[in-house]
């Protein structure tokens, strides 16, 4: 639950921050602003909310339970668009009590990486605050241990997938920036093989999920 309300918490800041600088956003800062066509960022992700609308809505967050860090790589293609590079990953171990009266656990041990690659067109260049769209390809690959007292079973997830978002980003100094973004869909196929340590019992699972899913985030960028 508290998961939930900080993403929509996160969210209402988002809303509120579109409307507050959309009007300012246009207004054209003189012609002299230094303009790069590289720029790099670094970040966290929340894990999000998603809501399938085909299968059983994943990506980073069917796994994840922690932020996630993110570090993205752009390349300037026009005055309004960027190729955009990206690498995400996030690293969880949780204990769950399985059983109170039985008094055994679950220990979780998550391990997810992200690649992506795509582009994010800008509305409007060079505003005081930029409002951009971005969407591309995404390949997620994780791993998810869970082990009791008496089993431990190991899943394997392979999914590639599109996705599509939003961003918000205002200039703080020269050539650095402050960006929040979010995901607003995804559509992903996943192979998922999981297999028991002691039995050598397997298990195959193949998927096409999507729907909603916002998985809000920061990152300061540096521009050059």
Not at 14 to 21: A, D, K, N, Y
Not at 82 to 98: Q, Y
């Amino acid at each position: 639950m508290k998961h939930i309300v900080s993403t929509f918490g996160f969210l209402l800041l988002f809303t509120f921050s579109l409307s507050t600088f959309a009007a300012e956003g246009t207004k054209a800062v003189p012609p002299e602003k230094r303009v790069d066509n590289w720029s790099i960022g670094a970040g966290f992700l929340s894990s999000g909310y998603s809501y399938a609308l085909a299968g059983y809505m994943g990506g980073l967050s069917s796994y994840a339970s922690t932020p996630t860090s993110s570090m993205t790589l752009e390349r300037r293609l026009s005055d309004n668009l960027w190729l955009t590079m990206g690498l995400s990953s996030s690293f969880s171990v949780v204990d769950d009590e399985a059983d109170i009266n039985a008094g055994y656990t679950i220990t979780t041990q998550s391990f997810v990486t992200e690649v992506a690659i795509g582009f994010r067109y800008i509305f409007n260049p060079r505003g005081a605050v930029e409002i951009s769209a971005f969407g591309g390809l995404s390949f997620v690959y994780g791993t998810q241990t869970q082990e009791t007292d008496t089993e431990e079973w190991t899943s394997r997830s392979l999914a590639p997938g599109l996705v599509v978002g939003l961003a918000l980003e205002r200039c703080l100094l020269d050539n650095l920036y402050l960006r929040l973004h979010t995901t607003i869909g995804s559509v992903y196929y996943s192979t998922v093989k999981s297999e028991e340590k002691d039995s050598g019992a397997t298990a195959d699972m193949n998927q096409i999920r999507g729907g909603i899913s916002l998985n809000p985030g920061i990152q300061l960028r540096l521009t050059f």
